[in-house]
């Protein structure tokens, strides 16, 4: 009798075990998991990857310090001077809007030379 009642309870038991297990894998596959899976991927691939090029451009900045030290780059040449900031566009005004008109009886039509501007 006990041998019966061990034997269904670990039965029951082993179950109950495969059932959580095969559901937890089912919820895993489906098409929104798999789609955060894979936007996690992307982010911790893209963190990755901006830390390898923060190291890339650290280690040149330093390389390049290294070699202008030791050609004596670092120095400017005598007689030289500081070139002026260049200004900002704010400071010169807007840019001048070229248009081109076209001559026929239709109405005037104005063509933007934009290429940024969607058409």
């Given at each position: 009798?006990?041998?019966?009642?061990?034997?269904?309870?670990a039965?029951?038991?082993?179950?109950?075990?495969?059932?959580?297990?095969?559901?937890?894998?089912?919820?895993?596959?489906?098409?929104?998991?798999?789609?955060?899976?894979?936007?996690?991927?992307?982010i911790?691939?893209?963190?990755?990857?901006?830390?390898?090029?923060?190291?890339?451009?650290?280690?040149?900045?330093?390389?390049?310090?290294?070699?202008?030290?030791?050609?004596?780059?670092?120095?400017?040449?005598?007689?030289?001077?500081?070139?002026?900031?260049?200004?900002?566009?704010?400071?010169?005004?807007?840019?001048?809007?070229k248009?081109?008109t076209?001559?026929?009886?239709?109405?005037?039509?104005?063509?933007?030379?934009?290429?940024?501007?969607?058409?």
């Open positions: 009798m006990f041998r019966r009642t061990f034997w269904f309870t039965g029951a038991a082993a179950g109950v075990w495969a059932t959580t297990k095969v559901n937890r894998k089912i919820q895993q596959l489906t098409p929104e998991s798999l789609a955060a899976q894979a936007a996690n991927k992307a911790d691939a893209g963190h990755r990857l901006k830390d390898f090029a923060l190291d890339v451009r650290a280690g040149m900045a330093r390389r390049e310090a290294e070699l202008g030290e030791a050609l004596g780059l670092d120095a400017p040449p005598p007689g030289h001077r500081e070139l002026p900031e260049p200004r900002g566009r704010a400071a010169l005004g807007p840019a001048p809007h248009t081109t076209t001559f026929s009886a239709r109405p005037a039509r104005t063509i933007s030379y934009n290429r940024n501007e969607d058409h």
